[in-house]
């Protein structure tokens, strides 16, 4: 029945598709925004598709459709695509096309693409006219094929073929007065201006909603776990333009942003007034504009205005990821917080798995019940306000997804004897976390101890990384996989990406990848930055195991051959002591692990009652 619905709202979208004299659809995830995770109302590739992934790309054509996702999501889209006809093309796998590569190949010329151009940046529109492109210089137009091939961006067929669309979030606004981050709207701005003075922009176009929270002190609830609000705003010397939704702003906080020299406006205006920019600022004036966070639309209304246009990464991206000192000091109180949260959660698990009613299979806990409690421990904890992601309890081979997420149809029973994978976290006033422990429910195998302690090695040997300034992520992937790589294992995801002050738990620039980031080497790490340390490693059907703490970039030192930074760990967490195998630890990896387990009894020990106090000093005693 679940893929005869699919297969019928294709047939809608289809049918769309043949009206408005589009060959092929391409279906994006994000929003007009580009954000990783979005609202109800833009999820059309979830309700095409039937993939609730937070990646992915969905191309429709008259008779057939496939999806993109990337290695976290190759299982899950498996099962959730099953029956649809919807093909699954596995990115970075060898021989898998892109979706402009597969465009190339398969359209003729003439056809027609369409796509939403509110849902694509500027990048991702130029790679497609340039796919589009070579379809029209693969042969020489014909009598049947009179025209060329084009994008056809400005149409947006969910709409009409999406019955009971969901609304457009309209959540309010709230602000983080400047004390708590170290630094005001004022001075944030500055920073953003002179920036903009020295690449002669007289206007500075924002769309990406953290970016904009960042600079603004902004906070929202527009889209579940991200505390941003939809918004738009353009920036010039001498003003700030905000554009936002109805009613979503206090009459005080407007007359707060107004007295600092901001303009309020409706969320829509933006398309008109991008439409004229160019006379307003000048014809000897330039804008600049993100090409990876700007949507191609909003592109297309600046090149109508005739402005000069330079595109360059957005000067919030760099800023917004080397948090403050004070943010880091707020960052260190929000992990003692949750890791008492976490901590005291791992102690249930361990009195589960010790409670004879759970071995002998009479006592039952479900996933999304483990999920629960876990929040209720986390809402015991002040300033507590969100989680900052849909939780990931997964027992047994449910961890083998990398991102999986319990439903009613999927929802098990914990399972004894087998690791129960827990990636999780939460929103405080003081930042945001994000923790994954894989804790055994039981008697673990050699083979799963082995597994769980080279994930362990790899964490601990990446956290403990030395390195001169000017490095990036993919210099320090190594040491997180190279444990793994003695058992021809390795695992399909990043091993680090940025996280945000109270804000989306996946940021830019930096991250630690294998390969770099569309084939670039990344952006170095410099102080302040916090980046994730999580290693896993997932076997289809059995198990998954993945540990992370979240870290910032320290300064270690400096000689003649310039700065040397490190990474000071901020997630405060035992590792689960039963499943370390500590013959496969060297005295290296020994010494990381109790130095690490004594910081984590430092910090938390107080906050736990006396049960849970002699747990901890048992589980983070030498070993």
Request: aromatic letters at 10%; a negative charge; one cysteine or more.
């Amino acid at each position: 029945m679940y893929n005869d619905l699919i297969n019928g709202r294709l047939g809608t979208l289809r049918s769309s598709m043949r009206n408005a004299g589009v060959d092929y659809y391409l279906i994006t995830t994000a929003d007009f925004h580009n954000s990783e995770y979005v609202a109800d109302y833009f999820k059309s590739r979830e309700y095409f598709s039937g993939f609730t992934g937070s990646n992915g790309d969905l191309l429709v054509w008259a008779d057939g459709a496939a999806l993109w996702t990337d290695g976290r999501y190759f299982l899950q889209a498996e099962e959730e695509l099953a029956g649809t006809g919807i093909a699954l093309m596995r990115m970075g796998e060898k021989g898998v096309p892109t979706v402009e590569d597969f465009l190339v190949k398969n359209m003729l010329p003439g056809q027609k693409l369409g796509t939403d151009g509110r849902c694509i940046p500027i990048s991702r529109g130029d790679r497609l006219t340039e796919a589009l492109n070579k379809v029209n210089d693969k042969a020489c137009m014909d009598a049947e094929n009179p025209e060329d091939s084009s994008l056809v961006w400005d149409i947006d067929l969910a709409d009409a073929a999406w019955a009971e669309r969901p609304n457009l979030p309209t959540g309010s606004i709230w602000f983080i007065d400047k004390e708590t981050v170290g630094e005001s709207r004022t001075g944030r701005l500055t920073r953003v201006r002179e920036k903009m003075a020295c690449e002669g922009a007289k206007a500075f176009v924002l769309s990406s909603l953290d970016d904009i929270a960042w600079l603004f002190l902004m906070r929202g609830s527009d889209i579940e776990y991200n505390p941003v609000a939809l918004s738009y705003a353009i920036v010039y010397a001498d003003k700030v333009v905000l554009y936002i939704n109805d009613n979503t702003l206090s009459g005080a906080d407007a007359g707060m942003l107004e007295d600092e020299g901001f303009v309020i406006k409706k969320y829509s205006d933006i398309i008109n007034d991008l439409k004229k920019i160019g006379t307003d600022i000048g014809c000897d004036g330039t804008v600049m504009a993100d090409p990876d966070r700007l949507s191609y639309a909003l592109y297309m209304s600046l090149v109508d205005s005739k402005a000069k246009i330079k595109t360059l990464t957005s000067p919030t991206v760099l800023m917004k990821a080397v948090k403050t000192e004070r943010e880091i000091e707020n960052e260190r109180l929000a992990h003692i917080k949750d890791g008492v949260a976490v901590t005291k959660f791992m102690y249930w698990l361990h009195c589960l798995r010790e409670d004879p009613a759970f071995i002998n299979g009479d006592k039952k806990v479900t996933e999304i019940e483990a999920a629960e409690i876990l929040l209720d421990y986390r809402k015991q904890q002040s300033d507590f306000l969100d989680q900052s992601f849909a939780p990931i309890v997964a027992t047994g081979a449910h961890g083998a997804i990398i991102h999986y997420e319990a439903d009613e149809k999927s929802n098990a029973v914990i399972e004894k004897d087998a690791f129960l994978l827990m990636d999780t976290g939460a929103q405080y006033l003081q930042g945001t976390t994000d923790i994954t422990r894989t804790f055994v429910m039981g008697q673990p195998s050699e083979i799963m101890r082995k597994h769980y302690t080279a994930v362990l090695c790899g964490n601990l040997e990446l956290a403990d990384a030395y390195f001169p300034e000017g490095t990036t992520g993919p210099n320090l992937d190594i040491l997180a996989r190279k444990a793994l790589w003695k058992y021809n294992l390795d695992f399909r995801h990043g091993t680090g990406h940025g996280v945000g002050y109270l804000l989306n738990v996946h940021e830019g620039p930096q991250n630690i990848n294998q390969k770099g980031r569309m084939g670039r080497l990344g952006t170095p790490f410099e102080p302040g930055m916090i980046t994730s340390d999580e290693p896993g490693v997932y076997i289809p059907g059995e198990y998954g195991i993945r540990l992370e703490n979240m870290m910032v970039c320290v300064e270690r030192g400096e000689s003649e051959y310039g700065h040397f930074y490190g990474f000071e760990t901020l997630t405060m967490v035992p590792f689960d002591r039963r499943s370390i195998c500590v013959d496969e630890m060297s005295e290296y990896d020994k010494e990381l692990l109790n130095k690490y387990h004594s910081l984590v009894y430092e910090n938390i020990a107080e906050y736990l009652t006396d049960e849970e106090r002699e747990w901890l000093r048992a589980e983070t005693a030498k070993i």
